[in-house]
């Protein structure tokens, strides 16, 4: 079966045709700056990268441009071989604890949570309403990010706060990157043929780290928003809400533009004020720059902080798993990570974790929490989600 799993941002969309169930991907691309005069897209084929510049209009345009390339690469002969979509949505609330079909239902209860995601869920909409315009009958399913950590007890995902805020308005820690946790859970026990005590670090431009026990999610770091926990390439993570009205006071920023400065000019971007991409920080750090050295450390930290956290709240984790961008590249991160585990007894073996590419455990035989590098796949989760759903 041929299942599109597709990503829309406000700007952007990004889709992978797989072959299910061989897990095999097809063709994959990026539609970016949509709405804007240098709107551009590119396709991944056969290891072959095209990018095109043409004027997209909206995402409908994307759409019908993304499924006009599927017959030019000849990868499909016509639209009805397209068996299902998959589509990444945001916010799930608490009302979904995993991925559903979607249905005019589902759409008015994503809207209907629309503003506890207003940037994110409108533009997933917008996503998926332009793939219901161009290929009506094609089933369709929602993946929510939310989801997997719906599993968390209330008192890991309450707020010391007036508790009618949650009852009333539904204030509560969420938590994000569901699906790419998932994946982890659920590769760890394909490869380990048992659910193991883990921590998954998904750390890349966003991050977050969870408690997986019994394959489910017991404790995440992202929070309400995907603004909390640990420090990320633009975005703060943890910080004391009292600085706000101060920093307001201070500066003359209104409200908004001080919360964009925690989303964007924020992390790593804003400790150094040379990049949010950790290669970039990495160099200066390499280079003795202080600030560099400064913010590879408190990532480090803070990352560090939830770790030992999450081990007393798994009683003992059994594996640290490292994934995304700056988890599965950086050797230097994860060093930086472990070191400050060593006197608990977690070790990693240098050469393993220097190896490029490394996939697999990256630990020393006596560490007393295994420690290993394992690629996430959001688009595969979620094509397997929708496939799984179609064929129920
Ligand atoms: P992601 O959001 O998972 O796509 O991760 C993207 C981020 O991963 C980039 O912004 C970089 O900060 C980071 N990254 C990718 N490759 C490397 C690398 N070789 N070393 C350090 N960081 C990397």
Redesign the pocket.
């Known amino acids: 079966m041929k299942i599109l799993s597709v990503n829309a941002g406000s700007s952007s969309l990004k889709f992978t045709l797989l072959e299910l169930p061989e897990e095999k991907v097809i063709i994959s691309g990026n539609f970016e700056k949509i709405g804007l005069p240098d709107s551009f897209y590119s396709v991944k084929y056969n290891g072959k990268k095209d990018r095109k510049e043409t004027l997209l209009k909206d995402h409908t345009d994307a759409v019908k441009i993304l499924l006009e390339e599927l017959k030019n690469y000849k990868v499909i002969k016509s639209y009805d071989e397209i068996d299902g979509i998959g589509h990444r949505l945001v916010h799930g609330g608490d009302k979904y604890t995993e991925s559903v079909i979607i249905n005019e239902d589902v759409l008015k209860t994503v809207e209907s949570l629309v503003p506890l995601a207003p940037i994110h869920n409108p533009a997933n909409l917008i996503g998926v309403r332009s793939f219901m315009e161009v290929l009506p009958n094609t089933p369709m399913v929602a993946v929510f990010d939310t989801a997997f950590h719906q599993t968390m007890k209330e008192e890991e995902f309450l707020y010391a706060l007036p508790y009618e805020w949650y009852q009333k308005y539904g204030v509560r820690r969420y938590g994000f990157h569901g699906t790419s946790h998932r994946f982890i859970a659920n590769k760890m026990k394909e490869i380990l043929g048992e659910d193991k005590k883990i921590i998954s670090c ?5 991050a977050s780290l969870c408690a997986i026990k019994n394959g489910k999610s017991i404790a995440t770091s992202m929070g309400f928003t995907p603004n909390a926990g640990v420090i990320m ?1 633009s975005r703060c993570g943890d910080i004391d809400v009292g600085l706000l009205p101060y920093v307001i006071s201070q500066t003359g920023k209104k409200f908004d533009e001080v919360m964009n400065d925690l989303n964007k000019k924020s992390g790593v971007l804003g400790i150094t004020g040379i990049s ?4 970039d ?2 160099e200066g750090f390499n280079n003795k720059d202080p600030r560099c050295v400064t913010a590879m450390n408190m990532y480090a930290n803070k990352i560090v902080d939830y770790i030992v956290s999450y081990n007393a709240k798994l009683e003992g984790a059994d594996y640290i798993v490292f994934t ?3 988890g ?3 050797d ?2 994860r060093d930086m990570i472990i070191s400050r585990l060593n006197f608990m007894g977690v070790k990693l073996d240098s050469e393993k974790n220097s190896t490029r590419g490394i996939k697999g455990i990256i630990s020393t035989e006596d560490s007393t929490i295994k420690v290993c590098v394992l690629p ?1 796949d959001e688009e595969l989760m979620i094509a397997k989600d929708t496939y799984d759903l179609i064929n129920k």
């Open positions: 998904h750390i890349g431009n966003g390439g949010s991409d950790m290669r920080v990495e995304a961008g700056v599965e590249n950086s230097v991160m996430t």
